[in-house]
């Protein structure tokens, strides 16, 4: 990908960003993470230049590789993937800046522990099966808020900085909009708990997702082709 390339996607992706959370309100703020899990470091370096600051890497492996080739940038990493337990300690000694895939207390209280004998904290969201969908990962929408206060009391070392939901995988709009609106319910009842972010949509429905109320949205195809 050319810097003309790159300057044109971050254009036309921050057009339609834009667009969305000004139907809510002026004073809405999307945070956009680039998904790149497919691709170069060469890739990201070009987009970096282009103005986008924030990567998200699915694999452990994958971000290890590319933040050692980027080091010289002061590129935002986020780890969206499924975390497995086998692979916390290499994250941790990572640092990510968030970790949006927490998808069970469980998980949060194996992390904490690891967290705890290296001395370090780190922040992330709860992962949230908005959808009810086997495929997915998450916790359940009727268990998301007592599982959040669950991890806020018993993991000191996990900064919780709200919620992150992927939409229902169906053509039909409304059902997708529901499982946006479900979550944004939960990420609402949890702002009085210290959440920041309601991350939801993706490069095929970010625009759906912010007119749901979300303000993190996860792109990967918009920003890279």
């Not at 370090?120 to 086997?134: F, G, P, R, T």
Request: hydrophobic share 40%.
């Amino acid at each position: 990908m050319n810097k003309e390339t790159a300057t044109k996607n971050l254009d036309n992706l921050i057009t339609k960003v834009e667009g969305a959370r000004l139907r809510i309100s002026e004073h809405h703020i999307v945070k956009i993470i680039g998904i790149s899990k497919y691709s170069t470091s060469q890739d990201i370096k070009t987009l970096y230049e282009a103005g986008q600051r924030a990567f998200g890497e699915n694999k452990v492996q994958d971000l290890k590789t590319k933040s050692e080739e980027l080091e010289e940038l002061p590129i935002e990493w986020h780890f969206v993937g499924t975390l497995q337990k086998n692979k916390i300690n290499n994250l941790i000694d990572l640092n990510p800046t968030l970790i949006h895939s927490l998808d069970s207390l469980d998980l949060a209280i194996e992390l904490n522990k690891k967290l705890e004998a290296k001395n370090k904290k780190l922040s992330a969201l709860l992962q949230i099966n908005s959808a009810y969908e086997e495929s997915k990962s998450g916790v359940l929408p009727e268990v998301a808020v007592e599982v959040y206060k669950q991890i806020l009391e018993l993991c000191p070392n996990i900064i919780l900085k709200g919620v992150m939901s992927i939409g229902a995988h169906v053509e039909d709009e409304k059902i997708i909009k529901e499982s946006f609106k479900t979550t944004k319910k939960i990420y609402d009842e949890l702002v009085p708990f210290g959440a920041k972010y309601c991350s939801m949509g993706m490069s095929s429905d970010f625009e759906l997702a912010i007119a749901c109320g979300s303000n993190m949205i996860r792109v990967g195809s918009t920003l890279f082709k």
